[in-house]
């Protein structure tokens, strides 16, 4: 069966320093991934998603993930860090027509 | 409407007592899901609707949880009996089959019962 692994409960950086959110995937072929955000009290955005082609994704809020066959990785990155990108950010994957299995999320706490 | 919409948005309840959820996906999606997150836990799949197939149920966790989706469009989520451990927000998506099922999300049904 899918799983979808995201290995930190809960991240800390600074504002203004780089982030990498981890998330790896268990499937027996390149599935479909996403990753969402989740503000305090909010519903889930889709920030990004991986279907195929060029393995560099681009996203909303200047958010990046970068998919990785041979890891079986799609980590969430961005650049500089923002007060406003505290939140729980959840992984998930997919193939089509089959339900969405989403990793158990990570929480950013960004100090200034 | 534009997005996916879930009424109530807060709903109380006694233990023991019945509730419904409903779920209004965006206009055209053929997949509707039913998530439940308790604080401080991930996203817990409940249940999958798919065009005309039959329902994913393999994530319902007991027999006093059902879903329904009626015209393939507005889904109920019904409790029965509610627990205390069934607090929890419970979240609803749909999506289009077909374009790799990204899934939009509503706001979510915040139930606490006491």
């Known amino acids: 069966a899918q799983s979808v692994t995201q290995p930190d409960i809960h991240i800390t950086v600074s504002e203004g320093a780089s982030l990498e959110l981890r998330c790896n995937y268990s499937y027996g072929a390149t599935p479909y991934l996403f990753w969402y955000v989740q503000s305090p009290g909010q519903g889930l955005q889709l920030l990004l998603k991986y279907f195929s082609g060029d393995t560099l994704v681009q996203g909303i809020k200047g958010f990046e993930a970068e998919f990785k066959r041979s890891q079986s990785s799609f980590n969430l990155r961005k650049p500089s860090v923002h007060w406003s990108d505290a939140a729980e950010y959840f992984c998930?994957?997919?193939?089509?027509?089959?339900?969405?299995?989403f990793g158990a999320g990570t929480i950013l706490r960004v100090k200034s | 409407g534009a997005g996916v919409s879930q009424s109530p948005s807060n709903k109380v309840t006694e233990k023991g007592k019945d509730v419904e959820l409903r779920c209004d996906p965006i206009?055209?999606?053929?997949?509707l899901y039913w998530y439940r997150q308790s604080l401080g836990q991930g996203l817990e799949f409940l249940i999958y609707?798919?065009?005309?197939?039959?329902?994913?149920k393999s994530g319902l966790p007991s027999d006093r949880f059902s879903a329904e989706r009626t015209g393939g469009s507005v889904s109920t989520l019904t409790i029965q009996r509610t627990q205390q451990e069934d607090s929890a927000v419970y979240l609803c998506a749909s999506s289009f089959r077909d374009r790799g099922t990204e899934a939009f999300f509503g706001q979510g049904t915040r139930l606490t019962v006491v």
């Open positions: 206009s055209g999606h053929t997949a």
């Open positions: 998930a994957v997919a193939r089509s027509g089959n339900k969405l299995v």
């Open positions: 609707f798919q065009g005309n197939s039959a329902p994913d």
